[in-house]
T-cell receptor, first 109, second 113 residues
Framework: GQSLEQPSEVTAVEGAIVQINCTYQ??????LSWYQQHDGGAPTFLSY????GLEETGRFSSFLSRSDSYGYLLLQELQMKDSASYFC??????????FGKGTRLSVIA | IAGITQAPTSQILAAGRRMTLRCTQD?????MYWYRQDLGLGLRLIHY???????GKGEVPDGYSVSRANTDDFPLTLASAVPSQTSVYFC????????????FGPGTRLTVL
């Protein structure tokens, strides 16, 4: 089967760093994506890792370890506007992405 | 229009009624998807289409049907709505079926009574 596991909720302080983990069991895996969704909004694409290592995009970074079937999203210099749900998604050959159930991040002052 | 649109924005529907959710994209993407999102369950794929004229079943296809007559449109039909189909429905598209970046529409909030 296909499954991705991520924490349901994370709380962090404004200005701090937070890491959201994702482990996966997916046949035909070829990459891990991350999406952000604010309350009432639509998911939007953040990043993608096809190879092991860290990808950085501004305050956000994403990491993948294929040997450990594990990845994470790192958010630095947290801002209140980063409060949202974050989804990891696994790419699998010629079939659609499989999404995790999402991690709700609350940024507090 | 630019991007992907959905209609209606929200709908209240009596159980047993037929309903079609509309989705249109103007990005000439080959692949399109329908998801439902329920609290605590994330995004679950209902149906998808990798190219016009083809469709496939996702994780939760029962009670839903789709068609892909052309590149731009991907309607989702509930033949006989049931209360368990109360959800937020998102349409999405991507350049190809293997693409990692999907573009999502604003969603349709459907309530079945």
């Amino acid at each position: 089967g296909q499954s991705l596991e991520q924490p349901s909720e994370v709380t962090a302080v404004e200005g701090a760093i937070v890491q959201i983990n994702c482990t996966y069991q997916t046949s035909g895996f070829y990459g891990l994506s991350w999406y952000q969704q604010h309350d009432g909004g639509a998911p939007t694409f953040l990043s993608y890792n096809a190879l092991d290592g860290l990808e950085e995009t501004g305050r956000f970074s994403s990491f993948l370890s294929r040997s450990d079937s594990y990845g994470y999203l790192l958010l630095q210099e947290l801002q209140m506007k980063d409060s949202a749900s974050y989804f990891c998604a696994a790419g699998r050959g010629n079939t659609p992405l499989v999404f995790g159930k999402g991690t709700r991040l609350s940024v507090i002052a | 229009i630019a991007g992907i649109t959905q209609a209606p924005t929200s709908q209240i529907l009596a159980a047993g009624r037929r309903m079609t959710l509309r989705c249109t994209q103007d990005m000439r993407h080959n692949a399109m998807y329908w998801y439902r999102q329920d609290l605590g369950l994330g995004l679950r794929l209902i149906h998808y289409s990798n190219t016009a004229g083809t469709t496939g079943k996702g994780e939760v296809p029962d009670g839903y049907s789709v068609s892909r007559a052309n590149t731009d449109d991907f309607p989702l039909t509930l033949a006989s709505a049931v209360p368990s189909q109360t959800s937020v429905y998102f349409c999405a598209s991507s350049v190809e079926g293997t693409s990692n970046e999907q573009f999502f529409g604003p969603g349709t909030r459907l309530t079945v009574l």
